[in-house]
Structures are given as structure tokens and as C-alpha cells.
């Protein structure tokens, strides 16, 4: 059973009031971000499938007054074949010359 937060008490000599008040709030946000993702993550593989994750993050930015820009499946492909370049690009300059004796 979950029990909200009723109240806390933060003592902060010397500090802004407004400026803990935002610093808070961000805390929540952060926490609420955090354990939204563990849910998500939670779940299994045949559950939040890509489409799912695409529902869940279009209606989380709805939900708070955001844009999102998923990738299609043209854009995906690109950023797919600039990664698996990469990956040898960069194994290409950080062979190591092999010594055989």
C-alpha cells in the first residue's frame, strides 16, 4: 500500500527559498522520470515492444506539454548503418599490429 507524502520539513540555513523550492521540484521530476523507466523496464520484452515504447513516450509527452521526434524507419536505418561504420571505423584505428614469433 502506498502512502503519499504528507509533509516534510527542510531545513536550509541561509538558502533561497524559491530556489529550494525548484530544486525540489526537479528531485520529483527526476524521481518520477527514474521510476517510470524501471517500470518500463521491468516489463517484458513481448510487452513494451519498440511500438509500445513509441505509445508510452508520445503519451508522456502529451502528458507534460512536449515534442518527440521518433525515428522512422528510414531515419532508423541510417542511424543503424552510421553506428555498424563506426564500430569498424574505429576498430580499424585501434588495430593493434599482431607480433607472431
Not at 26 to 41: H, K, L, T
Request: glycine share 6%; proline share 4%.
Amino acid at each position: 500500500m502506498e502512502i503519499p507524502l504528507q509533509e516534510m520539513i527542510l531545513a536550509v540555513p541561509g538558502a533561497d527559498v524559491d530556489e529550494v523550492k525548484r530544486a525540489i521540484e526537479r528531485g520529483w521530476i527526476v524521481a518520477d522520470a527514474m521510476n517510470f523507466a524501471r517500470e518500463m523496464i521491468n516489463e517484458p520484452a513481448n510487452v513494451i515492444t519498440p511500438t509500445e515504447l513509441d505509445r508510452q513516450a508520445e503519451g508522456v509527452a502529451e502528458e507534460h506539454g512536449l515534442e518527440i521526434d521518433a525515428l522512422d524507419d528510414a531515419r532508423r536505418s541510417l542511424l543503424t548503418d552510421a553506428g555498424e561504420f563506426g564500430v569498424w571505423l574505429l576498430g580499424l584505428l585501434c588495430r593493434k599490429k599482431s607480433n607472431f614469433l
